[in-house]
């Protein structure tokens, strides 16, 4: 499964003339940076790299890796934790020459290259007032956020990214291009609606767009450690209560960035800070009041409320605290229950945490709960709260220690946190865990049966996998 160098050779004659986009071996001045991804501390060398322009390239390239029993993997924006993009010693095919996003505003429908970032689908739809739901910065994406789901600030209302596929372009195993929708392939869509990248792979997304905009209301309110777990009990009781139009989330940050309404002082340092959305009209009197009133639980030492463009603010404001190149461990779990106890286990685990980053509460629930459990392969849809340890160092020396307090802290809450977990979010220790976060054995085998009629080599499988069915 690896590529030497008379291979290397070989797929370069084989594709020469039809391949319109670059082919990147170790020898080529573009390598080094090609390879790189979100996490550093996944550190692969390709045998090649397949940098594609179009359809038409990915077709030539699947093709390359059938023939040669290449299992590829698949490059979107990078920002898989276990660092599913790269292939090591084998394969990439990577998608960053199809970025291109058309918007139909009257239809209410967006186009977008299998290889778009979030930011390029928010850069093109803001002019029309249009969003499609999806995560929460720029950098991640389209692809892999997507076909494992996909959350976001919009969740609550519209649902996840997967509920608003209308039809996608896809590449098969065998080299053929179909387009799956609803009236063509009822059962490729639902599973590609949260089966992630096993059943080929997907050129041009199309999505239901939403009339937002162009400006957002957001509420900031931060909190000093001693003030934490307050705040969060006033959170817990709160969240329930919502209207689908407000998203609530809670991040314990170790060093608080620099961000608009945060002052100097405070940059730096250890503190909480709730984060309240406005998903209607940002001059709605409603949405202030309900945005304000959040701002003032418990005993804030800032709080703000102000409005920000959606695309080019909103969209942007973790862009740099999660840059690409630093190593990270994440660790998502669904949220049975935010009780008292679990509150106060989570924020002495904060308070002392040596590793940067922070740790999230999202508040979801809403129009993802609506889609019935068996419409689609995403799986686990009731929970109102999910938690997130999204965390980050430098140095690998720390690896061993970090990740096992990581891993201590979800342990401890496992009397709070409930079954099944975000198969986007699954993490290179967690690959057991792939039928859970897909509904459990009886989905995954339907998924399985699905894989087998589409891809029963199991050629797209550096992936969450799953394996092909008989039967
Ligand atoms: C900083 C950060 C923020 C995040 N925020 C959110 C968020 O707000 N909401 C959310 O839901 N998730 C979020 N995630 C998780 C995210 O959904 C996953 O990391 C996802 O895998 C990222 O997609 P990608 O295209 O960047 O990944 P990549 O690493 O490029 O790809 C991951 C896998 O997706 C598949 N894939 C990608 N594109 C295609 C395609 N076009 N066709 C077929 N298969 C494809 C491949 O199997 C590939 O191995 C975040 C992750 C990070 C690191």
Redesign the pocket.
């Given at each position: 499964m690896s590529i030497d160098e008379q291979l290397r050779l070989h797929i370069a004659e084989q594709l020469a003339g039809h391949f319109k986009g670059e082919v990147i071996g170790p020898d080529h001045a573009e390598y080094d940076r090609a390879r790189l991804?979100?996490?550093a501390m996944v550190d692969r060398r390709p045998g090649l790299i397949l940098r594609c322009t179009s359809t038409a390239d990915v077709v030539a390239a699947v093709n390359v890796a059938r023939e040669h029993g290449l299992p590829p993997?698949?490059?979107?924006?990078?920002?898989?934790?276990a660092?599913?993009?790269m292939s090591d010693g084998g394969l990439t095919i990577g998608?960053s020459g199809l970025r291109e996003v058309t918007v139909d505003p009257e239809r209410k429908l967006v186009h977008a290259g299998?290889?778009c970032?979030l930011g390029d689908v928010d850069a093109a739809t803001a002019p029309h007032r249009l969003i499609v739901p999806?995560?929460?910065?720029s950098?991640?994406?389209?692809?892999?956020?997507a076909?494992?789901?996909?959350?976001?600030w919009f969740s609550r209302k519209h649902g996840l990214?997967c509920d608003n596929f209308v039809s996608l372009e896809l590449v098969l195993a065998s080299g053929e291009v179909i387009e799956v929708s609803q009236e063509s392939h009822p059962e490729l869509l639902w599973a590609l609606r949260g089966g992630?990248?096993?059943f080929?792979?997907?050129?041009r997304f199309t999505f239901r767009a939403y009339d937002f905009g162009p400006m957002m209301r957001i509420g900031v309110s931060v909190y000093e450690p001693a003030e934490a777990a307050a705040a969060l009990r006033g959170y817990a009781a709160v969240v329930p209560t919502l209207p689908r139009t407000v998203g609530w989330h809670a991040a314990l940050k170790h060093d608080m960035p620099a961000l608009p309404f945060v002052p100097p002082e405070c940059v730096g340092k250890r503190l909480l800070m709730l984060v309240s959305m406005w998903l209607d009209d940002a001059d709605d009197p409603g949405g202030a009041e309900l945005i304000g009133r959040l701002c003032e639980i418990g005993q804030p030492c800032i709080k703000a409320s102000t409005v920000l463009p959606f695309a080019a603010g909103v969209q942007r404001l973790?862009d740099t605290e999660?840059e690409d190149g630093h190593r990270?461990y994440?660790k998502e779990a669904h949220v049975a229950d935010l009780a008292d106890d679990a509150i106060d286990k989570l924020v002495a685990f904060w308070r002392d945490m040596p590793m940067e980053g922070e740790v999230e509460i999202i508040g979801l629930g809403g129009a993802i709960g609506d889609v019935p459990e068996a419409d689609s392969a995403f799986s686990n849809r009731g929970y109102l709260l999910w938690l997130n340890f999204?965390m980050r160092w430098d140095d690998p020396a720390d690896d061993p220690d970090y990740i096992g307090q990581t891993r201590a802290i979800v342990g401890d809450l496992a009397p709070w946190t409930g079954r099944g977990v975000?198969v986007?979010?699954l993490n290179f220790d967690e690959l057991d865990r792939v039928a859970e976060a897909l509904g459990g054995p009886e989905k995954y085998a339907g998924l399985g049966r699905l894989k087998a009629a589409y891809d029963p080599g199991n050629l797209?499988r550096?992936?969450y996998n799953i394996p092909p069915l008989a039967g």
């Open positions: 991804i979100w996490n993997s698949v490059r979107c924006g990078g920002h898989n934790v660092g599913k993009a998608l299998g290889g970032r999806a995560g929460i910065m950098e991640t994406g389209v692809g892999g956020l076909l494992g789901g996909g959350i976001g990214t992630g990248g096993n080929g792979v997907v050129t973790i999660f990270y994440t999204a975000y986007n979010m797209f550096m992936n």
